[in-house]
């Protein structure tokens, strides 16, 4: 389990992150995102991320429901759980599929995932976003709660 100091503030909606929820969200690399479907009813899908101390970046495919329905409905939640421990941070998502945005977001979550192999990357990159519809949503956090 991973050791991080108990936050001085367990339940927020101050949309700045601590230092300690930081540390948290930066040493993990899956969670569930919450999207909103047509019918309001809510999507969870889970998913790896990139976290930069600032947004969370998450590579799909342009026809996956995560990606429609965060392009139809920004507002997003992505929870992090580690055992008892977990954060669910709230946010809006903006979803990205024009380069060199793209390239550079997708160079950021496959270096997490893929322990920074850059050759593979470039390959991935290079083998065409376009060709495998993949784009990224980007959320920036509006709100924090949990417990770590």
């Given at each position: 389990m991973l050791s991080v100091a108990p936050s001085s503030r367990p339940c927020h909606d101050d949309p700045v992150l601590t230092d300690p929820e930081?540390?948290?969200?930066?040493?993990?690399?899956?969670?569930?995102?919450?999207?909103?479907?047509?019918?309001?009813?809510?999507?969870?899908?889970?998913?790896a991320y990139s976290f930069d101390g600032t947004d969370f970046a998450v590579s799909c495919r342009w026809s996956s429901a995560k990606f429609l329905?965060?392009?139809?409905?920004p507002a997003v939640v992505l929870a992090v759980p580690d055992e008892r421990s977990f954060l669910s941070v709230a946010g809006s998502a903006e979803c990205i599929t024009a380069d060199p945005e793209r390239?550079?977001?997708?160079?950021?979550?496959?270096?997490?995932?893929?322990?920074?192999?850059?050759?593979?990357?470039?390959?991935?990159?290079?083998?065409?976003?376009?060709?495998?519809?993949r784009g990224i949503i980007r959320i920036t956090p509006t709100s924090v709660r949990g417990r770590i």
């Open positions: 930081r540390a948290f969200l930066s040493e993990h690399r899956w969670g569930l995102l919450a999207t909103t479907r047509r019918d309001n009813s809510p999507q969870v899908t889970m998913i329905n965060a392009r139809r409905v390239h550079e977001l997708t160079r950021r979550v496959q270096s997490v995932l893929e322990g920074g192999d850059h050759a593979y990357i470039e390959q991935l990159i290079t083998g065409g976003l376009d060709a495998a519809q």
